[in-house]
């Protein structure tokens, strides 16, 4: 609040209000694991609202949506590098045996959990369905 960095502090705030919100509607006080969750979910949202801002021809909506997202992932842990995502896939298809497009459920299974709030998932399963269909 005192730095004055107004984007910033609405990000925050609307962090806290998302939080506060399923803790009130669920009465539970959220763990680490939950929380990282909501921010995975918003990041998710952010990035369709810039999918659909840029397919409108609006910029600015969309600037504003990155802005977000830039301030979302400072409270996420540290991403994985692409050759981390890349180990991770082949070491989940390799403890499920899996050999095709319909055992994916099973390696997404695996990753989902070590992956959640450092990878973006919807990149994850197109990785996991390339390299199951070569």
Excluded: C, H, W
Excluded at 18 to 33: G, H, T
């Amino acid at each position: 609040m005192k730095s004055g960095d107004k984007a910033r502090l609405g990000t925050i705030r609307m962090i806290l209000a998302a939080i506060k919100q399923i803790e009130v509607d669920e009465r539970i006080e959220l763990d680490d694991n939950r929380i990282i969750a909501v921010l995975d979910k918003m990041l998710k949202q952010r990035r369709e609202s810039i999918r659909q801002y840029r397919d409108a021809n609006r910029v600015d909506l969309a600037e504003i949506e990155e802005a977000e997202i830039q301030i979302i992932q400072a409270f996420l842990p540290q991403a994985l590098s692409d050759e981390e995502i890349q180990q991770m896939i082949e070491q989940a298809i390799a403890e499920t045996d899996a050999s095709s497009i319909k055992d994916m459920g099973k390696v997404m299974g695996i990753l989902k959990p070590k992956m959640q709030g450092r990878a973006d998932m919807a990149v994850v399963s197109a990785q996991i369905k390339s390299a199951l269909s070569a």
